[in-house]
């Protein structure tokens, strides 16, 4: 490495003070850099140091970031260059040894946690966006719910750029909410980073610690019984503590019937949800012959039957919440085929009898 002074040096031509600054010789290592801290990189020696370091800074901070470029830095022979990172390959022309001084990115250019972080707090800010500073964490909480749902509907249709996109946008919503709570003092985003931290060494003890699981049921298990037991001594004894009620209902189904399976409150075949499937079914027909329409024991009625088809669901291992999309995806599909196959003979849905629809419907099955 070259002596204090040269790098201290190279620093300064670059505007720059030497504390925080961060230091690599391109010659020992694959250049890397942090676009969020300022950065020097001693030691180029020729073009292929130059290619080398181009290649490795244009696709983190873009073409036209500028740089500095320091020849023999600390020496009375020092010259200094200023340089877009597309221009530079001209420091092959200077004499070796050459420093490169980059500057951090400006926030909103930095493809990283804390540029986005610094874009929010100016979107915050009093010159920031009129929409932005209205918002608070009920506002935002229709958004973090509509983002999981895009993020889930590009998983389904196995869309993984459009993915990545829609994880950016709940990533978006979790820095919205930690700059509200830091602004009010109540924790920030580094909060919410040591408590993931925290939460994911603890509740693998068998990778960080002693435990030992067999397999991923053991895993869930343990993860819910540690999960009980973070929440206090009394929630610790509720068993359906942490199961959120405000999930899809079908997902919160699933989640209580899994929990009292684990205590050994279930069926011990799959024949006895489905009689109970069979028998709730009486109950609701019994209903339908009684009740008026709406009526408040149909709707109890209702709610057992669906109740335990979702147990039957999960007892052969399925999803019931995604069995009921893709079921909802097929019919959307099928009914606008319909439409299509109504408009190619010249009228609607509307002007049909269900005797047609019903026929328009087999051929929409048909060309699945």
């Not at 002074?5 to 690599?24: P, Q």
């Not at 001693?42 to 020849?71: E, I």
């Not at 889930?152 to 993984?160: F, G, K």
Request: charged share 30%; with cysteine; glycine share 6%.
């Amino acid at each position: 490495m070259p002596r204090i002074t040269s790098i201290e040096a190279a620093v300064k031509a670059g505007g720059a003070e030497l504390v925080g600054v961060r230091v690599f010789d391109v010659r020992c290592a694959e250049p890397a850099a942090d676009a969020d801290a300022d950065s020097l990189f001693v030691g180029l020696r020729g073009a292929r140091d130059a290619a080398t370091l181009k290649g490795a800074l244009v696709a983190r901070y873009g073409p036209d970031h500028r740089v500095t470029a320091v020849s023999r830095p600390g020496s009375r022979g020092q010259t200094v260059r200023s340089l877009t990172l597309a221009q530079l390959e001209q420091v092959a022309d200077m004499l070796p040894p050459v420093s490169v001084f980059v500057p951090a990115a400006a926030p909103e250019q930095r493809p990283t946690i804390a540029g986005v972080r610094a874009i929010m707090a100016r979107l915050r800010s009093d010159a920031g966006c009129p929409w932005d500073r209205e918002q608070d964490h009920r506002s935002l909480r229709p958004c973090l719910l509509e983002e999981t749902h895009e993020a889930l509907a590009a998983i389904d249709r196995e869309d993984w750029q459009e993915l990545a996109s829609e994880l950016g946008d709940i990533l978006l919503q979790v820095i919205f909410h930690a700059r509200l709570a830091e602004e009010r003092a109540e924790f920030d985003l580094d909060d919410v980073v040591t408590r993931l931290r925290d939460k994911l060494v603890s509740r693998h003890p068998h990778v960080f610690g002693d435990a030992v699981a067999k397999d991923a049921e053991a895993v869930l298990r343990r993860w819910e019984e540690l999960k009980r037991h973070e929440a206090g001594p009394e929630r610790a004894q509720d068993l359906l503590h942490g199961i959120a009620p405000t999930l899809p209902a079908l997902e919160r189904a699933q989640k209580v019937q899994r929990r009292a399976a684990q205590v050994g409150f279930d069926w011990a075949k799959v024949e006895g949800p489905l009689a109970k499937v069979t028998e709730e079914m009486r109950e609701l027909k019994a209903a339908l012959g009684t009740e008026r329409p709406g009526a408040r024991r149909l709707e109890d009625e209702i709610g057992d039957l669906v109740f335990s088809a979702v147990n039957v669901a999960r007892f052969v291992g399925v999803d019931a919440e995604q069995a009921l999309r893709l079921t909802v995806e097929r019919f959307v599909s099928r009914f606008r085929a319909m439409q299509e196959l109504a408009a190619q003979q010249g009228g609607t849905l509307e002007g049909m009898n269900l005797a047609q629809m019903d026929a328009l419907w087999e051929r929409a099955k048909d060309r699945e």
